[in-house]
Each structure stands twice: as structure tokens, then as C-alpha cells.
């Protein structure tokens, strides 16, 4: 009996070690190659995006776009403190950020966290619209405009990236 139980635990740690190790290959193969100190392009951001920010990759990009530009078009924030997205440091959620520019803008080590540090303020801004709207999101569209006034204020933001996000799910689906 003792014997049976120890073969299924193997068993069952020889695929769980499996599966690990397959999304570890992921993760370095999305990766591999990459200079984290110089932001890539949209293409391989897409590639990265996908692998890392799950359902808000499009919106990743988009933002992106309109926060530092495409393929080459870096904003200095962007360029100088691989801030991708315009964000600002925060005060209380956890984050990648190293520190802040003096007008607040977060500082980070390269452009790959600051992806990371995207993704944890996503998820937060989709667990507000859960909690006002006892329902996920149905899509981009509307967490753009869920985050209108909170991330950015400016009108013109809101109508770029209505149409930024068209334009990213149009180029990568």
C-alpha cells in the first residue's frame, strides 16, 4: 500500500516538475535574446506582452503607443527611465518602480518591469470596476473608459486610445 501511494506522488511530481519546466522554457524563449536596458518594438513588445499581461495585452500596447510613441518614437520618460506607460510612482500598491522622476513619474530598472509593474496596476484598476460593477469588464473599451480621469484626464487621451486600441487589436490579432 505504501509502495502505491509513493509511486503516485512520484508520478504526480514528475508532472507537476514537467509543467514547470515547460513554462519556464516559455517564459526564457519569449525572452531570450532581449537587451532589457533598450525598449524593442511593437512586435516583440506584442510577443512579450502576450505572454505576461494576459487579457490587457492590447491595452498594454495601446497605452504604450500613446504614452511614448511607437517603433523608435520613445518619449525621454520612456527612453531615460524605461517608463513605457507614463506612469506615476505610486503611493500604496506594490511595484517595480526604483524610485520617481521630481515630478512623480516612477523610475524603473528597465522596461521589462515596467511592464510588470503595468500588469499589478491593471489587475488593481479591474478589481475597482469589479467591486463598483459586481461584473468583470467585458473589454478594452470599457476599461479605457473606467480609467478615464483616473489615469489620464485629458479628453484626448480617452479618444486616442479608443482609437489606438482598434488600431492594436487590428495589427495583432
Not at 515547460?22 to 533598450?38: A, Q
Not at 500613446?66 to 518619449?75: F, I, L, P, V
Amino acid at each position: 500500500m505504501l509502495s502505491i501511494i509513493l509511486i503516485f506522488t512520484l508520478q504526480g511530481f514528475a508532472a507537476n516538475h514537467a509543467d514547470t519546466s515547460s513554462k519556464y522554457l516559455d517564459t526564457t524563449n519569449v525572452l531570450k535574446g532581449l537587451n532589457l536596458k533598450r525598449v524593442p518594438n511593437m512586435d516583440t513588445l506584442h510577443k512579450v506582452a502576450q505572454k505576461y499581461m494576459g487579457r490587457w495585452d492590447y491595452l498594454f500596447l495601446a497605452i504604450k503607443m500613446e504614452e511614448s510613441g511607437a517603433n523608435g518614437h520613445y518619449s525621454w520618460l520612456s527612453y531615460t527611465h524605461y517608463n513605457l506607460c507614463g506612469m506615476r510612482f505610486p503611493r500604496v500598491r506594490r511595484t517595480y518602480a526604483i524610485g520617481a522622476t521630481n515630478t512623480n513619474y516612477a523610475i524603473y530598472r528597465n522596461w521589462f518591469e515596467c511592464m510588470l509593474d503595468f500588469k499589478i496596476y491593471i489587475e488593481s484598476i479591474e478589481a475597482k470596476f469589479i467591486e463598483k460593477n459586481k461584473r468583470a469588464p467585458k473589454d478594452d473599451v470599457e476599461m479605457i473608459h473606467f480609467m478615464f480621469n483616473s489615469f489620464n484626464h485629458f479628453a484626448k487621451w480617452k479618444k486616442d486610445m479608443l482609437v489606438l486600441i482598434k488600431y492594436v487589436k487590428k495589427k495583432y490579432k
